[in-house]
């Protein structure tokens, strides 16, 4: 109590200065360009995760989730693609029986559709439209069918996370520098990785 009012005489002379020091280290900072770096690289924060991961803070699945989404940035679409030979895909002029039994037979709920061969995909078809259809009598595919989100095989998948959430589709077909389809990548492939 009773050095509560010599603080104060205190705090009263030292206010003006202490306004002064940050008068001063602005100045410096914008003469200078100081700015301060608080950042850590991608090899620092997954060192970090290794050590708490030893120390047994996380154990193995938290630790690999953890280095994933560090590492989520550096992947291409081409990490992650369904290669050509796998994809399943339907052309354009099959019939409504052959589609249906494609979709019984494979389980998808998207497939691309293509045109002459599968290096000309034109579009996508989900199979609630395509029931949709059957029940209402449609015996041609053309007015099912979406446009595809093409992309190349050298995207990174965080930029393909957002185009597809902007499209609002969950396929994107992947196309080499010629055109041709390299294979497809999926909504489900990137939020596994």
Request: aromatic letters at 8%; proline letters at 2%; hydrophobic letters at 45%.
């Amino acid at each position: 109590i009773l050095s509560a009012p010599v603080l104060q005489v205190f705090v009263w002379i030292l206010t003006p200065v202490n306004f002064l020091f940050k008068w001063w280290k602005m100045l410096l900072t914008k003469v200078f360009h100081l700015h301060r770096n608080d950042t850590f690289t991608e090899e620092e924060l997954i060192t970090i995760v290794d050590e708490v991961q030893s120390d047994g803070v996380f154990d193995q699945h938290e630790g690999a989730l953890i280095r994933s989404a560090i590492e989520f940035n550096d992947l291409d679409v081409e990490d992650i693609l369904i290669p050509r030979v796998d994809v399943i895909a339907v052309e354009k002029d099959a019939s409504m029986q052959e589609v249906t039994a494609m979709f019984r037979e494979h389980g998808y709920s998207r497939m691309p559709v293509y045109e002459e061969d599968i290096d000309h995909i034109i579009g996508i078809i989900h199979e609630k439209d395509f029931n949709r259809s059957l029940t209402d009598g449609v015996s041609d595919l053309s007015s099912i069918i979406k446009t595809a989100t093409i992309v190349t095989k050298g995207m990174k998948i965080s930029k393909l996370l957002r185009l597809l959430q902007y499209n609002k589709t969950h396929l994107a077909v992947v196309v080499d520098e010629f055109g041709g389809t390299v294979g497809i990548v999926t909504l489900e492939d990137i939020l596994e990785e």
